[in-house]
C-alpha cells in the first residue's frame, strides 16, 4: 500500500524534551499510513540517542542529517524529495498534533482528490487562531498582504511541491512566498475550520523569535509585490485597517461566489 502521509519535521536547538513530545504526538496518531522524516540541521545536535530510540521503536521514523547548517528553507526541500507519501505534511519542532489531525485530515483529502493544499486553523500558545472571522469566511485573497496561517499546519500535495518547492533564497517567510507563488499560478487553498488539531507553541529558538527583523523584511517584499505597500503604513496598523481590509476581501469574495 502507498504511503498517504510523509510528515516532515526539520529540527534545528530544540530541547529533547520538547522534541521528544513533538515526535510522540506524531507517533500516537489515530491514522498509521504514514511516515516521519526527521531533518537534523545542526552539526552540534546534542541528542543523537533519539536516532536509536525511534528508528529501533518507530518503524516509520527516518532520519537525515545535513552535514552543515543549512536553514529551514533547503532542509524541507531535502525531506520532501527523501518523501514517498502522496502528501507531504509540515510539522515544528516544537509543536505538536493531536492525535486525529491525519485522520481528519485523510477524511477530506481521500474524498476530494482534487484538493492539492490544506491547512487548518491552530491552537497557539492556548488561543484558537485566527480570529473567528477569518477561519469562518477563510478567503486567500487575505494571503497577499497578511499571512493568516500556520506553516505547520499545511498538508500539500508532493508532485506539487516538488514541482514548485520551496524558495531556497527565502531563508525565512518560506511559507508566505510558497502560498503566494502558487496562487499567482492558479491554485486553491482547502482550508479546514473543522480539523483544529495543530498546536503551536513557538520556543524561543523559533525563527520568528530569533530572526524577526530578516522574516519581516522578506515578508514585505512579498506584501509589496502583491500591490499592498500601503497596508504597512504606521496609521494603517494603528487604526487596525487591517482588519476592515480582511472584511472586504471576504464579503466581495462571497458576492462574487453568490452572483
Known sequence: MSIFFSIV???YKEEKNILIKCIESIKSQTFINFELIIIIDNPNFQHFDLIDIYTNNFFNCKFIINEENLGV????NIGIKAAKG???VRQDADDYSLKDRLFNAYNILNLNKEVLIYTTPAIANGKLK??????????QEILKFKNVLFHGALIIKRDLILENPYNEEYRFSQ????????IKKGYKIFYDNNNITY????????????????????FNQIVDSNGYMWTRSS????????????LYKICNQKLLKNK
Open 9 to 11: 519535521l526539520p529540527v
Open 73 to 76: 528553507t533547503k532542509s524541507l
Open 86 to 88: 502522496l502528501y507531504i
Open 130 to 139: 485566527p480570529n473567528f472571522i477569518v477561519r469562518k469566511y477563510f478567503v
Open 175 to 182: 511559507d508566505y512566498e510558497l502560498y503566494n507563488r502558487l
Open 199 to 218: 498546536l503551536s507553541t513557538p520556543s524561543i529558538n523559533s525563527i520568528s523569535n530569533t530572526n524577526f527583523k530578516e522574516q519581516t523584511i522578506l
Open 235 to 246: 496609521w494603517v496598523k494603528f487604526l487596525r485597517l487591517d482588519l476592515l481590509i480582511v
